[in-house]
């Protein structure tokens, strides 16, 4: 593991710090993770990480980036006390206190989706089903719809079209309405960015 910087050692210590005040049974049930009294352990597009209040740590014992470990902080921090409804598939716009970073997220989700996989739909599936894409549950009119369960509650869905004579490719990233009650606006964002990543660099 490299040497952390200083500001990612004392937002990291800032983070565990208060993960540690939170009784880890209580979140089980009601985020559908893996508790025990002194750790958590948590899928993340398909990747078992366990957190406790000394360390966070990938599938390989590996310390995960400081992205990854915001993300997944903010996600036990932020759990609701009740089980808000799913609602309707959203954009990313729709949430509230999204406005000043709508733009990095269509830039680093959305269309660096669209560029890297234009013309390229073989590869694209290929790469959604390596990260555990399924069908959702719904008919939609694009030639890829894909959904993917980035974290427990935290379904997305993936849209996309590939270029043609008139247009160029394009690729919409979806929410669950309810998303914004178990992540804030800027994690929804790394949430996105981490995906694109993920598929453009898929799981050996």
């Known amino acids: 593991m490299s040497v952390m910087s200083p500001v990612f050692k004392e937002t990291y210590k ?5 993960v540690a005040g939170l009784e880890f049974k209580l979140l089980e049930k009601k985020l559908g993770i893996r508790a025990d ?9 398909g990747r078992l990480y366990t957190i406790s209040n000394k360390s966070i740590v990938d599938p390989a014992g590996k310390q995960p980036s400081l992205e990854i470990s915001v993300v997944l902080c903010k996600y036990l921090l932020l759990c609701p006390e009740m089980a808000p409804s799913e609602g309707d598939w959203v954009s990313y716009r729709d949430f509230k206190d ?3 970073l709508t733009s990095f ?6 269309q660096s989706l669209a560029r890297h996989f234009s013309g390229r739909i073989d590869d ?14 719904i008919e939609l009119s694009y030639e890829i719809s894909i959904q993917f369960n980035s974290l427990p509650k ?4 993936m849209l996309f079209n590939d270029a043609d ?23 929804l964002a790394i949430l996105g960015m981490l ?10």
Request: glycine share 2%.
């Open 14 to 18: 800032n983070y565990l710090d208060q």
């Open 37 to 45: 009294t002194d750790k958590v352990v948590i899928p993340f597009f």
């Open 98 to 100: 999204s406005v000043p």
């Open 105 to 110: 997220f269509a830039s680093s989700a959305e």
């Open 124 to 137: 694209l599936e290929k790469s959604c089903k390596s990260l555990g894409g399924f069908s959702p549950d």
């Open 154 to 157: 935290i379904p997305l869905l």
């Open 165 to 187: 004579e008139e247009f160029p490719a394009h690729c919409s990233v979806l929410f669950k309405r309810n998303a914004e009650m178990y992540l804030d606006a800027e994690c």
């Open 195 to 204: 995906f694109s990543a993920y598929l453009r660099n898929p799981y050996k």
